[in-house]
């Protein structure tokens, strides 16, 4: 059984930086691509950051403020956010591309985390 698990949400003043952190753990062979997706109150879930063997990518609204990285030895990725506005208020999910063992590759999602931008 593989899990996500998202820590490092809060309240912050606009302006201000966040790092949130996933942590992938369990009967993990390899993981691809490691993601972050967010979801505003009665809005969809949409992708923020994705990286995948190097690459990045980002949603628009968040580029030049946020970087994506990961720790392929702890099996986690990491969001740092700078430059925070209200707008960026949201439950944080990550997702993960992974390939337990012995069994097929799919998709798994952390239980999220909420970031804040208030003053």
């Known amino acids: 059984q593989v899990q996500l698990v998202e820590s490092g949400g809060g309240l912050v003043q606009p302006g201000g930086s966040l790092r949130l952190s996933c942590a992938a753990s369990?009967?993990?062979?390899?993981?691809?691509?490691m993601a972050w997706y967010r979801q505003a109150p009665g809005k969809q879930r949409d992708m923020v950051a994705v990286?995948?063997?190097?690459?990045?990518n980002y949603a628009d609204s968040v580029k030049g403020r946020f970087t994506i990285s990961r720790d392929n030895a702890k099996n986690t990725v990491y969001l740092q956010m700078n430059s925070l506005k209200p707008e960026d208020t949201a439950v944080y999910y990550c997702?993960?591309?992974?390939?337990?063992?012995?069994?097929?590759?799919?998709?798994?999602w952390g239980q999220g985390t909420q970031v804040t931008v208030s003053s």
């Open positions: 997702s993960a591309d992974v390939t337990p063992h012995g069994d097929y590759a799919g998709d798994y």
């Open positions: 369990g009967s993990i062979f390899s993981i691809y691509a």
């Open positions: 990286i995948a063997s190097g690459d990045t």
